[in-house]
């Protein structure tokens, strides 16, 4: 028993097997958590391990805390689950190495210092309409490179001027950081693996267990290697290329998929049983999402079962039908997702909206976007802002070119990254997935839904 459930087989087989680098490929709703803590209860209870020879992390502190909680109240044991940084920090503190972390705005105050003091045409014509680019460029590159020069070299030639201003700025920037002794939380993973590899670190980790690694960018890849260097521990990753979203940040999906040639030897574990969706959408969001086929084969099941989960709901008018469309579902514990922060207020006015909690007839009513709503799920989910518009799902808006040579895993399907995004939206719900739709201008995903999967799917006009 595993927080009073009992483990399916293939989350038995996830959790005891213990002698070998694993990749858990995980699908939604297949209960990755249950299983690691599982992993942790075996290798602490069967196999003897102390709990501070696991190493634990996982991609944010609320996950973190969470995953802790379970742990702890399993195990009846205290221990500390990380997020990467935390990770870093607590690193860097061991060699008692003093810094202060710098204000997250610092980057893009310096570089709007610099071209406000240049006054310089050249330079305003070049950026003028995209200043915020250089502050994320220059994040993912201290996520995942070392060597601007490189860039530059491979750089087409009409770009080299745009990207030797960047550079100026970035070494501008790690002037002012080292002359007020600051450290980012890019910086923070670079020392850590730096210290790690020239003296080692300060642990016994005999395993090491990481959530969500598909959402892991190089830089924090280098980290582990650099730990499993020194402490030859085993390595257990778990995770879903079809819910890889965060590609904008810096992350990487090659580290998920190229796991077992970075980590020999190394086996490939599958959970491809859901407990949160029905049999018929993970078919529709399975079918959907592997219409890439860049993304890992696997067919997830169910013994749930609800004839027709998906429900379109076709609107004239988007705030007054946007009530009928919480009448017609008539449910507490709904779950609203959109594209953007403030795609709710276009649906909906104010004066029913408090911090993103709705105040209707109903209770347990909330918004998110999808990105925050990763990892959690709700009775039932209403997805709005299904347009065909730029700023719709998927969005429109083109990549700035010159991120092409800071970003490391690139959209080659279209949308490849939106259509991940959408299967998130799609699997949240327990049971209904309602779609608040302009039937004047569906968004391309909801006309190829309509297309393909029409048996699973039924239409209200509002």
């Known amino acids: 028993m595993v927080l009073n459930n009992i483990l399916d087989k293939q989350q038995t087989k996830c959790a005891i097997t213990n002698n070998i680098n694993t990749i858990i490929i995980a699908g939604a709703g297949s209960g990755k958590s249950l299983t690691m803590v599982g992993k942790i209860k075996y290798l602490v209870n069967i196999l003897n391990i102390s709990i501070n020879d696991i190493l634990c992390i996982t991609f944010t502190n609320d996950a973190a805390k969470s995953l802790e909680n379970k742990i702890n109240k399993e195990l009846n044991l205290n221990t500390k689950v990380y997020t990467f940084h935390k990770l870093a920090l607590e690193i860097i503190k061991d060699y008692n190495l003093t810094y202060t972390i710098a204000d997250p705005n610092l980057l893009e105050y310096i570089t709007n210092e610099i071209f406000l003091s240049l006054n310089n045409p050249y330079l305003y014509k070049l950026f003028k309409n995209n200043i915020n680019i250089i502050p994320r460029f220059i994040h993912l590159y201290i996520s995942n490179f070392n060597n601007f020069n490189l860039i530059i070299k491979k750089a087409l030639k009409s770009d080299i001027p745009y990207l030797l201003i960047i550079k100026k700025i970035l070494d501008i920037y790690t002037l002012e950081k080292q002359s007020q002794g ?8 670079q020392i850590a693996t730096n210290l790690v590899l020239t003296n080692g670190i300060n642990k016994t980790y005999k395993y090491i267990i990481i959530d969500e690694y598909q959402d892991t960018s190089k830089k924090e890849g280098a980290l582990i290697k650099a730990i499993i260097n020194k402490t030859n521990a085993l390595i257990t990753v778990v995770g879903d290329d079809f819910q890889s979203i ?21 086996k490939t574990l599958y959970l491809t049983t859901t407990y949160r969706n029905s049999n018929e959408l993970i078919k529709v969001a399975g079918s959907f999402i592997m219409q890439n086929k860049r993304q890992i084969k696997k067919h997830l099941t169910s013994s749930k079962r609800l004839n027709k989960p998906l429900i379109i709901l076709y609107y004239k008018n988007i705030k007054k039908d946007f009530l009928k469309a919480l009448d017609y579902i008539n449910q507490d514990n709904l779950m609203i997702l959109g594209r953007n922060n403030n795609d709710i207020y276009d649906v909906l006015n104010p004066i029913y909206i408090n911090n993103n909690i709705i105040s209707y007839k109903y209770s347990n009513i909330y918004y998110k976007t999808i990105h925050k709503s990763k990892g ?9 802002n299904l347009t065909n518009n730029i700023n719709s799902l998927p969005s429109q808006i083109k990549e700035e070119s010159l991120l092409k040579y800071v970003l490391i895993y690139k959209d080659l399907y279209p949308y490849e990254e939106e259509r991940r995004l959408f299967y998130v939206a799609l699997t949240r719900t327990k049971n209904y997935c309602y779609l608040y739709v302009n039937k004047n201008n569906p968004s391309i995903f909801i006309e190829e839904l309509n297309k393909h999967y029409k048996k699973y799917i039924s239409i209200i006009n509002l």
Not at 182 to 189: P, S
Not at 253 to 261: I, P, R, T
């Open 182 to 189: 600051l450290i980012d939380f890019d910086d923070m993973l």
């Open 246 to 266: 965060y590609r904008f940040s810096g992350c990487d999906l090659a580290n998920f998929l190229n796991f077992k040639k970075e980590f020999k030897p190394a």
């Open 376 to 384: 959690l799920e709700e009775e039932n989910v209403l997805i709005i």
